[in-house]
């Protein structure tokens, strides 16, 4: 999924079929750790800090 993000239009993907959905790593406009963490919210595997668990 990291990849498909960075690079939607690697050949592997939808090479130029992809009409849109932006190339986010190799456009430059999300870092690698800033691509990882929207892939992590996707799969649903983030936690909230703990700063917000301690307030519940």
Do not use: C
Not at 15 to 40: A, F, H
């Amino acid at each position: 999924m990291v990849a498909f993000v960075n690079d939607p239009s690697h050949p592997r993907f939808y090479g130029r079929d992809n009409d849109r959905m932006p190339s986010y790593g190799t456009e430059k406009s999300l870092s690698q750790r800033e691509i990882e963490m929207v892939v992590d919210w996707i799969r649903q595997e983030w936690y909230p800090p703990k700063s917000a668990v301690a307030r519940k």
